[in-house]
């Protein structure tokens, strides 16, 4: 039977088309890739988790290691996963003030040398012994403060890949060789953001922290991963390809110099976050407040007067629905009181900033929060705990995004008063529009680029070509100190052959 002439012109056109683009059409290959994100927090695990997913949808095999479990949406695709469980021990009551200098520094070396005690676990022993079906084209790392954990790369033979969950650290542009000018480019755990003369003897000091840290973790390294059968320690340090930074540095600042192989990813958890269809956002055109201090507190261990604090200042604004994620007793009584508080221990947060009737965000100042918040342009009350929240807020306040309050003896009065300043001021909820616009505005969703980079390293066999040669010199050498003493001794030397001149003549 003869086809009809429209017919035998579409399969002409079909059979031209393929022929003409067949050399354009780039192969899909898919990778097999290791993901390793070991003692973070469930909000660290997420920034991770999305790296996955955008990898996942690209066809690409992950297998994933945790110390967490995962959601049933975390494992979709060609994705699996070995859960190891394990955390740090509890730390012992401290009874001095929280902000000791020597408390926290002996917190954060004990917490470093008991980082090495998941390697010594029998399941993460088994798993290490255990050859893949297919070896692994590269380590996809978690990066809090581990990088004993390189060794991980050097035991499969792989490139490797880190993530962080914020600005680029210290520890992470001296792993990287990135310049760093302490000037101007305050670090996110900087409480004070300082700049000038300030910030340098700041550097100095979180130098010296970080030559000591360093000490403690080639220590765990040598122990488990020693030479000659694994590189050395400081091997390893160098050949990280690629730091993925939950971070955009354009619209978030500080601006700062960095380097091609260091790319910000920030606001891939939003791009990647699941829809939970079971939320239903009241239809009226009630505006909203969210409330929440993050998964590391807990309401349950709070003093009650902190608790009537918030219930009294929320009192206050009955015209506003406030959505108060709270995972303490007497939810339903809250609720009864005061009908316009919808109390619950989790609210879907990301959603209800979508929903374009938030008016107020209240937040400890997490760098995931204040993504959410900048990404739907939604004003902040910021109340820091821990960490880099401090700093967090303390930018965002400067940025004219809200304001920042103190937890610590803090009145229903004040709050109420904050509160109402910022609901009442236009200037706030301008200022964020307009620096949210700036961060959606991007050649290309942090999805595909954290995607092209990943397969970028792969593709080229581990990517040296991106190296920074600075990478390779000792601190005498980065600083060019050998160069200052040669070129001042001269200059002291010159003077003072000159000043005895001057004297015999």
Known sequence: MKGSPVSRSHLWFAFTAFFLLSDNIAPVESHHILGLFVNVHRSQLMVHLAVCRALSQKGHHLTLVTTLPLEEQDLRGNVSHILIPWKQPQEKHHEGSSSDLIWRLERMFRRLEHSGDFLDLPEWKKFLKSAPKTPYDLLLLGYHFNDHLLGVAAHFNCPVAIISTQQPTGFVNSLMGNPEERWYVPQPYDGHQRSGISAWIFGVWEKLMEVLARRVLARIYSVHFPEPRYPSFETMRRSVVLALSNHHMISEGPIAPLLPNMVDIGGIVLEQKPIDTSLEISTSNRSIIIFSLGTRFTWR?????????????????????????????????????????????????????????????????????????????????????????????????????????????????????????????????????????????????????????????????????????????????????????????????????????????
């Not at 619950?344 to 938030?358: N, T």
């Not at 236009?426 to 092209?452: F, N």
């Open 301 to 505: 261990k709070s003093s009650q007067k902190l608790l009537e604090t918030f219930t009294k200042a929320f009192a206050h604004f009955p015209d506003y629905n406030v959505y108060w994620t709270y995972d303490g007793p007497n939810r339903s009584a809250i609720s009864m009181d005061y009908p316009h508080l919808k109390v619950a221990k989790w609210w879907p947060q990301s959603q209800l900033l979508a929903s374009g009737k938030v008016r107020l965000f209240i937040t400890h100042g997490g760098k995931g929060s204040l993504s959410e918040a900048l990404y739907y342009g939604v004003p902040m009350l910021g109340l820091p705990l821990i960490g880099d929240q401090r700093g967090n807020l303390q930018r965002m306040q400067s940025k004219n995004w809200g304001l920042t309050l103190s937890t610590h003896n803090l009145t229903y009065f004040e709050l109420t008063k904050t509160m109402d300043r910022i609901l009442r001021s236009p200037s706030y909820a301008e200022s964020i529009s307009l620096a949210s616009q700036i961060y959606r505005d991007r050649p290309m969703k942090s999805s595909h680029l954290t995607t092209y980079w990943i397969e970028y390293i792969i593709r080229h066999k581990g990517a040296r070509n991106l190296y920074n040669p600075a990478r390779q010199l000792n601190v005498i050498e980065y600083y060019s100190i050998d160069v200052y003493v040669i070129i001042y001794g001269v200059l002291i030397l010159t003077i003072t052959t000159l000043r005895k001149i001057n004297r015999l003549l």
